[in-house]
Every structure is written in C-alpha cells, then in structure tokens.
C-alpha cells in the first residue's frame, strides 16, 4: 500500500504537471472504486482551473474553483501523466484531460482508491476533518509525541500508526523509524519518556525524509507519475528481514504480528 513517502512523490510529481491547467475532459470507465465516483464529474469539471495539488495524510487534494477532487491512491493505485491520446489499459479506471493535451490517469488493479468531490473547506470534510498531525510538520515533535501518547496502553508501534494522532506512518515506515529511535515496538506507549519521544519523532521524520528522496518504496505496484518505481526498500533495516543479521548488532532481526500487521525489530538494538 502506498504510504506517505509515495503519496508525497505523487503529489510532487502531478502537482508539477496539473498547476494551472484547465481541466477539458473526464472520463469515467469505472465508478466501482472504495466508494463509487461521482458521475457529476464528466460535466462539473470541465472548464475549472487546477489551482493546485497538495496532500494530507494520504490524500492527494486537487482544488479547482469549484472545490477540490479529492484522490486516494488505495492498496495498489497509482497516477500517471500522459499524453491525452494514449488508449487506456486493464485497471485504468479515470482520466482527467487537461488543456494542453496531456492526461491524468487513475489505475487500480484492487479497486480500494477512492475519487471524491468536496465544495467548500475540503478540510471540513468527514474523511479529513479529524485526521492528526503531519510527521513533516513543524507541529510533529517530541513534544506533541509525549503528550498524545500519555495514558495509553497499546504498544507505541500501534499508536504511531493511529491516523488521529499522526498520519501517514505506515507500517514499513513505522518499524524502521523504531528501529532508528533504538525504541521496541512492542512497549506500551504511554511508558516513553521525553527522551525517547525526541529520539522518536526526530527518527520518524528523517526515515521519512530518507524515503521520499530515494523515490518511495516499490514492493508491490507502486511506481511514480513517470512510471519509475522508487527505491528505498534497498535500504530497510529491519522491514522484512526476518530471520537475517542485524545490520548494527548481528543479532537476527525477529517478527511478530501487531494489530494484524507484521512488525519487524531487532530485540539487540531495540529496548
């Protein structure tokens, strides 16, 4: 699934192609998404401006004059630019054409992305309107970490991938910043001091940093708005490699399972 890192490169990548264009076409091939699309669209957007594209969370926001599309890339969807003539494939579900003949379109191969519509304050919206803070942010820090984790019992990997106190964190994410932070995923959260918060939320920002510049992660489907896949799982250190040498200790790199999700740490490095 694409985490932050890769909805970021997303982002970055349309935004530079989309910004002040005029949306000229839609078309709709297949409504059926996580929620369906609303067919309002082949006559709503046509004629609006893409004013510009930004991202929170894991959603990828277009606003236009009338309101903003508001994408969700899903398990396994992705966003490439091309050119308005090139014929659609298996899995590609939308286009968006735009005035100076290229296209934005929309494949997902498990149909769990979503394509919505939200007038007004897109902030507002039920989707985002309680989401937490951005790991990016100046307002993400040891600080904020200490204080949103104080009195809960569920393991610290759990609650860096609660969406209402930090988004975006997922769980490749999640387990090499522990790992980085020197923090088993396995204690309670509430039991960090501000010490291991500042380690934590340094360490979270600085994998992520460290993934958007090696191009995200490629496991799977995920390839940018070019077509490249990215390449930070040649760096993972713990995500994975289960069974294999510590890079820092050379004690092996253990699994277990969290909240139906696989997390990987070294049990040496991570206290």
């Not at 951005?134 to 820090?141: M, N, T, V």
């Not at 609660?162 to 790992?179: M, P, S, W």
């Not at 010490?195 to 995920?222: K, M, N, P, W, Y």
Request: one cysteine or more; hydrophobic letters at 35%; proline letters at 6%.
């Amino acid at each position: 699934m694409p985490e932050l890192p890769e909805v970021e490169i997303t982002c970055r990548g349309i935004s530079a192609h989309l910004a002040g264009r005029v949306i000229t076409q839609v078309s709709i091939r297949n409504p059926v998404l996580r929620w369906p699309v609303p067919p309002g669209l082949t006559t709503l957007l046509p004629g609006q401006q893409i004013r510009m594209v930004t991202r929170r969370a894991k959603y990828l926001l277009l606003t236009c004059n009338q309101g903003t599309l508001i994408l969700h890339l899903g398990m396994s969807g992705s966003l490439r630019v091309l050119p308005a003539s090139t014929p659609p494939q298996r899995h590609e579900h939308f286009d968006l054409q735009m005035d100076n003949g290229t296209m934005l379109r929309f494949r997902d191969p498990r149909r769990f992305g979503a394509i919505l519509w939200w007038e007004g304050n897109v902030q507002e919206h039920p989707l985002l309107q309680k989401l937490g803070s951005e790991p990016l942010s100046d307002a993400f820090s040891g600080q904020f970490l200490h204080e949103k984790t104080r009195g809960r019992s569920v393991s610290i990997k759990e609650a860096l991938m609660n969406q209402h106190i930090v988004v975006g964190v997922g769980n490749i994410y999640a387990n090499e910043a522990l790992f980085h932070a020197g923090i088993s995923p396995l204690v309670a959260a509430g039991s960090l001091n501000m010490a291991h918060c500042e380690r934590l939320a340094d360490a979270v920002r600085a994998t992520l940093q460290r993934a958007i510049e090696a191009g995200g992660s490629s496991l799977r489907d995920f390839t940018d708005c070019e077509g490249s896949p990215g390449y930070f799982q040649q760096q993972y250190w713990v995500y994975g490699r289960a069974g294999q040498p510590c890079r820092q200790c050379g004690g092996l790199v253990s699994k277990t399972r969290q909240g139906q999700r696989s997390t990987f740490f070294c049990a040496q490095c991570q206290q």
